[in-house]
């Protein structure tokens, strides 16, 4: 199950949310696919950051 960052950044929009190009303290949720890489790492340091799967991602947009 593969989203593509754009169909994931329209979602994000049309439920109200805003994008952002870098993580930081200002970042709420972050939606890791397979290949997550130093954003991630950064994330983890940052305790308010949600990290969320690609399939938690769409539950909470769908509920």
């Known amino acids: 199950n593969k989203l593509k960052r754009s169909d994931a950044e329209e979602m994000v929009e049309q ?9 930081s303290s200002k970042l709420n949720y972050l939606v890791v696919g397979e290949d997550a890489g130093s954003k991630l790492e950064k994330a983890k340091k940052i305790p308010a950051i949600h990290i969320l799967s690609e399939d938690e991602f769409i539950k909470m947009i769908n509920s």
């Open 15 to 23: 439920h109200g949310g805003k994008i952002l190009s870098g993580v």
